[in-house]
């Protein structure tokens, strides 16, 4: 019998219309860049974009939401082209915000791969992982029983520690045991006591299911969420290679159309086909499809960085098979079409796609052979196994636009290293000069009225810095900062989540010094006395041996602040009006980040 072929897209509709059925509200999937002023570059996971509702807010959804959502991972672009890896992919997610826990999360799982209704999977092919438990939560017996009740046999359960079966979003944050499926994908049927455990090469995870009803503060500190919450995730890609038992991604629907346009515009432009080369290709440009629809451009920093790196990685493997024309546009039309049914993000912005690939690739392409050329001519100066300067590398990028990562790639497959510290001091250099350059038209800004919400704001900062440290110890440092006319945002050092009362009496002390009234000067000393007399500065070692200092005195008198500073502050606290804490969150391992605003309305009290 011919065996059944399966969709991702019919897989996907039905995973769906499975949790509709269970009462779950389905959300469409978050852009692929998360809110504004987070510390990820991307949404990872699909729990990611409803961290706010893991740590107790409400969902307007309700306590049951499934979708599909659009995550990128860089972390292991290197393994691209590979059978599995892929950049972008698609998580299946289904969760409940202090709903259902394992059990119905564990039957569902069950009931959804199972069932002839649904996928149908072959349930001898199942196995699955639990916790075997640690100092922060025990033995997951529960889940196994569970597993158990199911009818799966003992030996495929297998217990495992935090490596592989604790889930956590990041250093801190909401984390829990999970319990992971997977899918024999040998032949025939697996003996009896496989599991993951035992056989890990011929077991694929297809799906996680994390229990998560812990907080983690630090390395050392859980504690329980408000309610316990379930976090699944399948990766669209995973379950339909499995379900299909193909070799790889590649094979499956969702590349096939794209790889056969490869290998045909290789041919035609006469060049050799290389299949790693046509896989990088086929994965990158997918991801930079999302990209530019969720509204990121290339550019030299951040995400626009990620994005360069990607089309530019792609186009060096089609010059790598002797294809000089531009191609991605006209494979970036493929995916369009397959995915503009699926997300508005695409729909909307097919114009704009294309015309930015058009335009990266003809940057590109016209420098990257000269580029080559050029690292030839640098790399044949060099003794085998030598090392590429970091000043060489920098030249690459800022001349012929070639990422450090492609530098790398290039080199290492000539034996050659790259010195990358010595290229993130020439890229610190000029970065630096650029930046020194912008101080400069912050200060010929100044007279207009956006920069004065932005002198207040700082003001502000000098004065909620001074509340945090009355309120929570002098052991409080200022771990970044970054004004807008909006708001302020400020990270420091401080292990846990503050609570609501912290919160208001910084907001208290904030607003009392500005009802009062304060002066604010500035003056000129010496580093080494400065720091003696306990000023408060963030970046000694990179201060002048002449420091600035803003020193605030309230109309009581009292030193409020003195902070080595630029500057520039207000004169008076006359017009800065009601300070408010915003939003209080992690931004990091033991750190803190405030986001607040100054509400112009005249202070009651
Ligand atoms: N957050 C878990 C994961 O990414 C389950 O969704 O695997």
Redesign the pocket.
Known sequence: MKERKYNSREIASKYLEFFKAKDHAIIPSAPLVPEEDSPLLFNI???QPLMPYFLGKKHPGGVRIANIQKCLRTIDINEVGDDSHCTFFE?L?NWSLGDYFKKESIYWSWEFLTSHKWLGLDPRLISVTVFEGNNDAPRDNESAKLWGSLGLDYGRIAFMGSDDNW?AVGETGPCGPDTEIFYWINKGLPPVGSNKKTDPENWMEIW?N?FMEFNRLNKTTLERLPKRNV???MGLERITVALNRAKNIYQTDLFIDVMEKILSLVTQNKGFYQERSGRIIADHLRAAIHLIGDGVLPSNIGRGYVLRRLIRRAIREAYKMKVEKPIMSELGRIYIKKFKNIYISVDQNQTKILEELQKEEAKFTSTIKKGIIEFEKISRDKNKEGVISGKEVFYLFETFGFPLEMTAELASENNLAIDKKGYEKALADHQEKSRANKTIKFKGGLADRDSKEVISLHTACHLMLAGIRWILGNDIYQAGSNITPDRLRFDFNYPKKLTSQQIKKIEDFVNRKIAMGFSIKKTKESKKAARTRGVMGSFWNKYPDLVQIYKIVDKNGEIVSEEICGGPHVDSSKNMGKFRIIKEESSGSGVRRIKAILQKEKILN
């Open positions: 996971a699909g729990m998580m997610g889930w996680n994390v976090d699944t995730g």
